[in-house]
């Protein structure tokens, strides 16, 4: 049973991610981020609202130099680089697309980062052992482990980081109420084939479950609304080069299911939500008591950290 759900995530990832990525090139920012983003300035750019999520990211996790940081679900490597290169930290990602894997260490090797940050090619199952961990992320995978992995998963999220340490999951999730629609079937036959949304207090109550002190939740639903639109725009400018590499039937596809995620981001039937969390330890003081240190840095002073 175990391997056939293996089995299923590795096809469903090469269905998704490995349709080239230049095809994902097209309509990503330029550091490859395939999330939601965060407009600090609601009219802002995708390609400086990417950038202040990666931020946003880091500050929450209050990442410092000489920490370790793992970030399941890495995609091109974006924030494990990121982190590593404007926080100091010694940074790893995980992803199970090879392409993602190339990508990303091409780009870990011209930014010549190789000692503090490196991409493999792993399942997230099989990190069990390793570590630990100062801070951990998963940003965007959730939505790929499927409900009934999800005590299996944040059991070892929190075997994985350091007594007291932080980890962050940024994902999907859907209204309390949403009922399941032709729509959404089309969506997980022919986009995401491992593809599960949940609420956002299944998500915290299964992390309770594992004895994480939940520290912060936060909706970025709108923001998530102007990310899908800003992608679509940008896939429909390139619509023949985007034919030319995948075909028309999905560029099409991947159309639609842009447009319509912007949709439903908009009409609240799904959101985005970010859950903070701490691996519970009484005796650590691990976070500031207020959110003041995550956001007044955007204020005036410089807005990354050198190094
Ligand atoms: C929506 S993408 C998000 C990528 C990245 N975090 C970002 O924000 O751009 C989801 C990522 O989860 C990875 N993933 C899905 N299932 C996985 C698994 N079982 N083990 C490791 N990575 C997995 C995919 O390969 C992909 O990189």
Request: hydrophobic residues 40%; aromatic residues 10%; glycine residues 6%.
């Amino acid at each position: 049973m175990m391997q056939d759900r293996r089995t299923l995530d590795r096809s469903a990832i090469e269905h998704h991610y490995d349709l080239s990525n230049e095809f994902y090139q097209l309509f990503l920012d330029p550091l490859m981020v395939y999330t939601c983003a965060y407009y600090r300035d609601p009219e802002g750019s995708l390609e400086e609202a990417q950038a202040d999520k990666l931020d946003l990211v880091c500050r929450k996790l209050r990442l410092h130099p000489g920490e370790t940081f793992l970030d399941i679900g890495c995609g091109w490597g974006s924030l494990a680089i990121w982190a590593a290169k404007h926080y100091g930290v010694c940074a790893r990602g995980v992803t199970l697309s090879s392409q993602q894997v190339a990508y990303a260490n091409e780009w870990i090797a011209r930014e010549r980062l190789q000692d503090v940050c490196r991409v493999e090619h792993r399942d997230y199952r099989d990190l069990v052992g390793e570590g630990p961990f100062d801070k951990v992320s998963a940003i965007g995978i959730i939505e790929h482990v499927g409900t009934a992995n999800y005590p299996a998963f944040f059991s070892e999220v929190h075997g994985l980081l350091k007594p007291g340490g932080l980890f962050l999951n940024h994902g999907i999730t859907r209204h309390r109420h949403w009922k399941r629609t032709p729509q959404w079937d089309f969506l997980i036959e022919n986009v995401f084939p491992n593809g599960e949304l949940t609420h956002v207090s299944h998500i915290t109550e299964a992390m309770e479950e594992q004895r994480f002190e939940i520290l912060d939740v936060e909706s970025l639903r709108a923001h998530y609304a102007r990310t899908c639109m800003h992608w679509a725009l940008r896939l429909k400018a390139r619509e023949r080069d985007a034919i030319a590499l995948v075909g028309e039937r999905k560029y099409r596809t991947w159309l639609l299911y842009l447009h319509s995620s912007s949709v439903n981001f908009e009409q609240n039937s799904i959101n985005l939500h970010q859950v903070l969390v701490a691996s519970a330890d009484p005796k650590a003081a691990v976070v500031p008591t207020t959110r003041e240190e995550i956001y007044h840095p955007f204020e005036g002073t410089p807005l990354r950290r050198a190094s």
